[in-house]
Every structure is written in C-alpha cells, then in structure tokens.
C-alpha cells in the first residue's frame, strides 16, 4: 500500500520560512514526477511546483523566486523549502505524485492527507 505523509506545515509569519516534506512508503518501483499542489479555502487546488526524477522543475508563478522543490530520490522524499512567505501563501499544501509500484503499466496517482500553512502576524 503506498502512502503520501506530509510533514513541516504551521504557522508563520510573513516573510518567514517553512520546510514540507513528503515521505513516500510502500512498494515502489518508480516515482515520477512528484510534486506539490495547494487549496485555499474557496480556491480550487493549484499546482505550486514539480520535481521530474531527473531533477527537471515546474513552478507556478506564485512561487517562482520564493519557493524550491527537491526531492532524495535514495529516500523518496519531496521537499518544498518556502520562503518569503505570504499571507495569500495560506492554504492546505498536498504532496502528488505518479508512482508505479511493480512496472510502469501500474502507475497512478496517489495524493497525501494534506497539510496546513498558515501564514499570519
């Protein structure tokens, strides 16, 4: 069974850092890409960036300059580093990711629980 858990969210202030992490577990035998998406209440969720496993990325505009995904291919972990952190940052953030768990003819789409950012003075 493959699970997405999310870890790093809170509360902070403007202009302040968070660290997400997504830890992948389960049998797996390729991850790719991987990424974060966000939903803020009203909002529908939004792509805020992507890691291919050859280390190629995609940001949203929103983040670009402000944020950086990587990922530890060894670990399957996802990191997104944000910083400069806005009010409009506020959202629930949840990991995504591709992922085939015996061959490429079974890849699919998983999602993590999601995790809060509160960006607030």
């Known amino acids: 069974q493959v699970q997405l858990v999310e870890s790093g969210g809170g509360l902070v202030q403007p202009g302040g850092s968070l660290k997400l992490s997504c830890a992948v577990s389960g049998t797996i035998f390729m991850i790719n890409p991987t990424g974060w998406y966000r939903q803020a209440p009203g909002r529908q969720r939004e792509l805020v960036a992507r890691i291919a496993s050859g280390g190629s990325t995609d940001y949203a505009d929103s983040a670009k300059g402000r944020f950086t995904i990587s990922r530890d291919n060894a670990k399957n972990t996802t990191f997104l580093q944000m910083n400069g952190l806005k009010f409009e940052d506020t959202a629930v953030y949840y990991c995504?990711?591709?992922?085939?768990?015996?061959?490429?003819?079974?890849?699919?789409?998983?999602w993590g629980q999601g995790i809060q950012v509160t960006v607030s003075s």
């Open positions: 995504h990711a591709y992922i085939a768990t015996m061959s490429l003819d079974d890849m699919a789409e998983y």
